[in-house]
């Protein structure tokens, strides 16, 4: 059975960092792309950045250039998401998604998902 489990979200402050990681198992994603969403209390899920099986190529949303970084280790079947210069606007639960047919930006193309990690940016 494959699992995304996600883990390091926490209430922050603004201005601070976090690192979110997403640990899969049951198969292996070295040659997926894998991905990041978000989704804020009455919201729907948004894209928040993706990065390719290699590395080589990564995709951001506009909101977090700059202040988000995705890595991955394909070794550890992991990906991970830093954020820096939190503000209250990044506050959400944060899914990991993998293997994408299509756009990465669309909630559709991501055939697995992870069951979420909440992130809080008080001030």
């Known amino acids: 059975q494959v699992q995304l489990l996600e883990s390091g979200g926490r209430l922050a402050q603004v201005g601070g960092s976090l690192r979110l990681s997403c640990a899969a198992s049951g198969r292996s994603f070295s040659n997926s792309a894998m991905g990041w969403f978000r989704q804020a209390p009455g919201k729907e899920r948004e894209f928040v950045c993706a990065i390719n099986w290699n590395s080589g190529t990564t995709l951001y949303t506009d909101s977090v250039k700059g202040r988000a970084t995705i890595s991955r280790d394909n070794a550890k079947n992991t990906v991970y998401l830093q954020l820096d210069r939190l503000a209250p606007e990044d506050t959400a639960v944060y899914y990991c998604?993998?293997?994408?047919?299509?756009?990465?930006?669309?909630?559709?193309?991501?055939?697995?998902w992870g069951q979420g990690t909440p992130v809080t940016v008080s001030s």
């Open positions: 998604a993998a293997q994408a047919f299509g756009t990465w930006a669309s909630v559709e193309s991501w055939r697995y």
